[in-house]
């Protein structure tokens, strides 16, 4: 992706001056405007049809607290179970906004993606990895206990956090966010020859 690729999009849905005169996608366009609506915190969104996200996704529930790195989604993580197929009208992108609330910077929308808004676009995309991560984690934890949740452990950070009422959470989550993305960035640049 470079700059010149990225399309400055105004409220109506149209490409605007100052960005590239490429089309859209419309269900995109249709999620991420009513994010931007209901939660002017967030400055960026990142969704995308990942492997892990989509698979995990069907279950229709959300990602046990088992690993250290799960940790990050402790009451971070809203679930859209109603999802009704491709987004193409505002309605339908509400319902999204609404799932996530004004708390999660998460969401699995059930049979279909993982939706991860941040207050910068590195946080977006470092909670987007993370949830790929750890939904490939949860099914392989899943096929491993083969059924049966008595295998499995709650971390004693979950446990702490519940006593605590999570205290702190968010502030962490956020600047966990901002500076693992500019580690990821630069493994990438890297490993592209930048």
Known sequence: MTVFKLVLVGPDGFAAPGGAQLQINTAGFHIHSAIHRARPDIVAAAHCHSLHGKA???????IDITTQNSCLFYDNLGLYKDF???VLADEEAENIA???GDKYNCCIL???VLLTPGKTVDEAIFLFSSLEKQCQVQ???DAAAAG???LTKRTEYELL???TRGGGVSEVNELRGTWAAHAFFAWVVLSLGG
């Open 56 to 62: 995990f996704s069907v279950f229709g529930k959300p």
């Open 84 to 86: 009704g197929g491709i």
């Open 98 to 100: 609404k799932a996530m």
């Open 110 to 112: 059930q049979n279909q």
């Open 139 to 141: 099914l392989l934890v």
């Open 148 to 150: 049966n949740p008595g």
């Open 161 to 163: 956090l519940e006593e």
